[in-house]
């Protein structure tokens, strides 16, 4: 039985951890097959308060575990298959586990995974010039040429961001139209360093020893095969929140992402909160996850205190 257990070890669940082993909960992390989240797979760090030289995303991770085992912090590794969240204390079934956890309250931070294209060359070059995350990666392509992948508002949005950095951005979407909003399509039309490859299917990320060296794509118009020099890919096709094992015991929006009440990391239910990118459908930066899982435990302490008077009076 357990007080507390958070299911995630990104910067949203670390620092929930750090918080409520401070308060002398003893918290359980449940990592996951990626412990640190999608932060492990980032190489510097330059946007993190504190690090003035920046920091390799894994050692930024690592660091934030050690501080929370240092508090008293409990980690257990394993595969989350279901929770039963119909009455508290909450069960979780772990896979490899006879005996479901069970908690008084429960903070999910399992994140949002970035959808990428599943094309050859193009996992192998994570961290060597494919990206999903602009803000996070943009001024390390300064003065390149970099290209784009994606239709949507949030291609569009990248597309723009990147300008700022890259001697030329170019998007690429299969289609010949794009899915955005008219006014962040005008926007980026109006953008000099803007080129457009529409209707072009992305096949392959080309590569060589210093990382990226271009796109290849397949012209749907001409059936022709084209390279798109750039030395960095951005895959901007989405997210998807990792919130399957919830089997809809949690209200989420149409996109699965957790709805938390407005200031709060609190769900539907009482004793369940979320942090991280699972409830981020904006920001999705290592400093708003770490936020956020501050929030988290502050909200969960309290609930426990609320449950520890209810018990006295009784």
Known sequence: MYKSIIVGTGPAGLTAAIYLARANLNPLVIEGPQPGGQLTTTTEIENFPGFQDGI??????????????????????????????????????????????????????????????????????????????????????????????????????EAGFLTRFASKVTLVHRRPELRGSKIMQERVRDNVKVDWALDRTPLEVVSGDAGVAGLKVLNNVTGQEEIIPASGVFVAIGHHPNTAFLGGQITTDANGYIITNPGTSETNLPGVFACGDVQDTRYRQAITAAGSGCMAAMDAEKYIESLEHSAVIM
């Open 56 to 157: 390799m995303g894994p050692e930024l991770m690592d660091n934030m575990r050690k501080q929370a085992e240092r508090f008293g912090a409990q980690f257990m590794t394993g595969w989350v298959n279901s929770v039963e969240l119909g009455e508290r204390p909450y069960k979780l079934n772990i896979e490899g586990k006879s005996e479901p956890l069970v908690t008084d309250t429960l903070i999910i931070s399992t994140g949002a995974t970035a959808k990428y294209l599943g094309i050859p060359g193009e996992q192998d070059n994570i961290g060597r010039g494919v990206s999903t995350c602009a803000t996070c990666d943009g001024f390390f392509f300064r003065g390149k040429e970099i290209v784009v992948v994606g239709g949507g508002d949030s291609a569009l949005e």
